[in-house]
């Protein structure tokens, strides 16, 4: 017959919960790890656009129809930000961030980003591009 | 008795079917409506940031800790990157996005905000704020 025994049943709680924090714990420290090492191969650059104003519509239409098709097709190419200037809406700065420098390599080979460059060859008036990293980022999680 | 009619039963699948992707296109559409009416109500900057080389580690410090609060604490503060230039450190770029002007003037009045305006004067030589409204962003869902 089996007999319970509270002090025993007790203890055998406390391990359990015991080996669950602690495997928790390492988890998410590989999780953060994990997180860390990606963001640090990460190649973060800001680009710098000066448009020509008669054709900045075109400009922008062909800007948003490459970086939707990129990060669509592309698992190395995370994230785009392109804003304007709201006193003068043909300066642009595009933020641009690749998973690494070998996913920038390959996205300038795509079909997409050389029809966009194509398109855009004559509307660009000048284009600087900063390389950078990322000190940190915060955002809202649905967001 | 009831009778099994193949032709009514098909009719009332096709018109269940129908009136469900109705229902979905609408709701897509007013999903849309929200999305787009929420982006054109952002208030979005870039911030340009020159530090005092000295010190650009504590700098650093302060500004992750104000990005992390007020995104964690603030309903209207969405989006935060912070970019140093590779090639000098001591040129940052925050591009700053909130929900609207009123999530803006809030966020200046806030503790967080007013302790890391204090912490960093005598760190920040120059500071430009660039007003900016979004051509578009792209980014992967789970990034």
Do not use: C, W
């Not at 007999?3 to 390492?26: D, G, Y």
């Not at 998410?28 to 680009?47: G, P, V, Y």
């Not at 996205?107 to 509307?123: A, D, L, R």
């Amino acid at each position: 017959m089996k007999t319970f025994n509270p002090i025993k049943n007790e203890l055998l709680s406390r391990t359990k919960l015991q080996t669950a924090i602690v495997i928790l714990v390492i988890l998410t420290s590989i999780f953060n790890i994990n997180i860390m090492a990606q963001e640090k191969s990460q190649m973060i650059r800001l680009a710098k656009i000066k448009v020509d104003p008669m054709q900045l519509d075109k400009y922008n239409i062909a800007l948003k129809e490459q970086m939707t098709i990129a990060v669509q097709l592309e698992p190395g190419v995370l994230t785009y930000y392109a804003v304007a200037d709201k006193s003068d809406p043909t300066n642009i700065t595009i933020l641009e961030i690749y998973a690494d420098t070998a996913a920038y390599k390959f996205h300038i080979e795509t079909s997409h980003f050389k029809k966009y460059k194509e398109t855009v060859e004559n509307m660009v008036k000048s284009l600087e591009l900063i390389d950078v990293k990322l000190i940190g980022s915060a955002k809202k999680e649905y967001y």
